[in-house]
Each structure stands twice: as C-alpha cells, then as structure tokens.
C-alpha cells in the first residue's frame, strides 16, 4: 500500500506518516516546505517530493498509490492575502483531489471546525456553516465542492475530516498558530505566569494529535463518503488547560488575564457534534484532554 501524504512536512500531516508507516505503507510526502519543517521528517522513511500543490508536474513524477490524505494548506488564519489562501486551499486541493478522482483512489483531506464560525454548539456537520474569514471559507467551499461529486457515479470514497482544535507533538514549527497548549507550556515551563483572554472560561474542544491521526488513517481505509467533525465532544476551558499543565510541571502558576483585542471575531465556544464520526467511522477520541497534555509534556516536551 502506498499513500500519498501532502503537506507531510506539517504538523497533522507528519503524525498521520507516523502512524502510516506504523501500519506498513509506504508513504509519500509531498510539501512545498513554505511552512512545515524538515525535521518533523527526520523519524521517518518516507519518500519526500518537494512541490506545490498547485502544480500540474506532480503528477507526472508520481509512482503508482492507492490513497491520498491531503494536509497541505495555508494554515495561518490571519494572512490578509485573500487571493493567495484562496488559490493554495481551493485551487490546490481541487488540484490534489483531480487527481484522485483520476485514478479512482479513495482521498481524505484535512477540513476545519471553522466553518461553523460562532454557530450555536454543538457544531453538527449539517447546520450553522457560518465561515468568519477567508480561510474558513476556503475549508468550506471545498466541502461544497466535494458533496456536489458524491452523487457522480463511480466517484471513489471521499472522507472529509473538520479537525477541532488539534494539540499535541511537531507542532512547534507554528509559533504564534500553535495550540494554546503549547503557548501555554513555554510560558509556564520558563516560570511565567499563563496569560489568557479574561477570564479564562472560553471553551474549546481540544483533541490531542495522535487521536487525529489514527482517525485521518481510519477515514482513508473506510470507503465512505462524508464530512465528519473530528473532536471529543468536550469542550474544555483555558483555565483547565493551565490546571492540567500544572499538574505535569508540578507548578502552581496562577493565570494573568486580559483583554482579548479579537474579541469580535472569536469563536468562544466550539464542541464537536462527534455522532456521524462514530455511527461512520465507529470510532472517537481515546485522550482527554488530561491524558493527553501529560502524554504531549511527557514523551514529546520535557
Ligand atoms: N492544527 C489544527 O488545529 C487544525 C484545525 C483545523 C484544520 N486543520 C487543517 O489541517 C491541515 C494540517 O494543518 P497543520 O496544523 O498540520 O498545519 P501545518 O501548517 O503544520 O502544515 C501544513 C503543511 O502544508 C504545507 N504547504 C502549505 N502550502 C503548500 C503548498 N502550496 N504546496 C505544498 N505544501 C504546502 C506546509 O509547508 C506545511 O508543511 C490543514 O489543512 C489545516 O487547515 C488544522
């Protein structure tokens, strides 16, 4: 079995080659490096092609595989340059899925929780699509575009997956985009005290990387076609998130809250309707949210 991974140089896209190769395939990695890093690939065997989403030559320097799970993406949600988060998210990944569609290849790819913008939780896979920035909508209209083809005939499986917000090893390379977690880690390690939003009591539903990845390599093996939200279920606060890093670096730091100056856009609240993940994939997260910061700190930070 041999699966092509884009955006395998990035955070999600190197822990779902991780857990690939764990399972016998042999994987492909094809990233234009604009963002990941080279050494979330220097634990792995797979094979790297360095391009662009965007380019028709890919495709011709390509050996035989049976799947695709497409990561790459403009994963900044704050760049301005409409025009270029468009053409990367949209045009690319229609790019990547022709191909699929091609050769008849099941393809999974990396959808986001952002459609749902601030729609009431918890965020199901059929309602409130409220995109709030460009980059929400690009993960949005690739969604459409890919629901117009299922009724094509012999379209092969196509699995959608909205990742929530995802934490967990290799994701240093993101700086400011990391997760909370890790911001809030490198703060607390350095004895500093966690700054978040007043007061603390925004909630997100967290869901530890290894989880996602042994889903995203689920969906791809599964044969179905859908759009699943992929989180917990539960949403958990700022402040448990500083309670559970205290706990693993035995510290007893107390949050300095402020302002949030995004406050107008924010979305403060997001939980995963996880139903359709289960009755599809028959399967959910194992971590919560205090057994994976402890794994996360544990085996990948201290
Ligand atoms: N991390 C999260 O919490 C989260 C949440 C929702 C959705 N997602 C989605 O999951 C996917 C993976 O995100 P991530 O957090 O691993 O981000 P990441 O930025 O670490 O990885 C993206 C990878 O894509 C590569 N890339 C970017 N543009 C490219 C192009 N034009 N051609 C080839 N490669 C290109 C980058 O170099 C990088 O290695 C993305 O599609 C993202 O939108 C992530």
């Known amino acids: 079995m041999r699966v092509l991974v884009t955006g395998g140089a990035g955070f999600i896209g190197s822990n ?3 857990i690939l190769e764990a399972k016998g395939a042999k994987v492909i990695v094809l990233d234009n490096f604009s963002h990941g890093s080279y050494k979330n690939l220097m634990d792995v065997k797979a094979e790297v092609i360095c391009e662009d989403i965007l380019s028709e030559d890919i495709f011709k320097k390509l050996p035989k595989i049976d799947g695709i799970i497409h990561e790459a993406a403009i994963t900044d949600t704050t760049l301005i340059d409409n025009t270029k988060m468009m053409t990367v998210n949209y045009n690319g990944s229609k790019n990547i899925l022709n191909f699929a569609l091609k050769k ?4 999974t790819y990396a959808s986001s929780a952002g459609v749902y913008g601030e729609s009431n939780p918890p965020m199901r896979e059929d309602k409130g699509l409220i995109p709030h920035n460009t980059y929400a909508y690009s993960k949005y209209i690739f969604d459409c575009h890919v629901q117009s083809l299922w009724a ?3 379209t092969p499986s196509i699995v959608g997956l909205r990742y929530f917000n995802v934490y967990g090893p290799r994701e240093y390379h993101k700086g400011l985009a990391a997760s909370m977690i890790y911001q809030l880690f490198l703060q607390m390690k350095s004895g500093k005290r966690p700054r978040v939003f007043k007061y603390g009591e925004q909630k997100r539903d967290f ?3 290894k989880d996602v990845a042994n889903i995203t390599v689920k969906a791809l093996f599964s044969r179905k076609k859908a759009i699943l939200n992929v989180g917990t279920g539960i949403p958990r606060s700022f402040n448990d998130i500083i309670a559970g890093l205290n706990k693993v670096l035995k510290k ?3 949050p300095a809250y402020f302002n949030n100056p ?6 403060n609240f997001t939980q ?4 359709l993940l289960k009755k599809t994939l028959n399967t959910k997260a194992k971590y919560t ?3 994976g910061i402890s794994d996360y700190l544990q085996k990948h930070l201290l």
């Open 152 to 154: 094509k005939k012999g």
């Open 207 to 209: 869901i530890y990387v």
């Open 104 to 107: 008849k290849i099941p393809f």
């Open 16 to 18: 779902v080659v991780k």
């Open 272 to 275: 995963a309707d996880t139903k």
């Open 262 to 267: 995004y406050a107008d856009k924010y979305q």
């Open 252 to 254: 007893n730091l107390t």
């Open 289 to 291: 949210l205090e057994k």
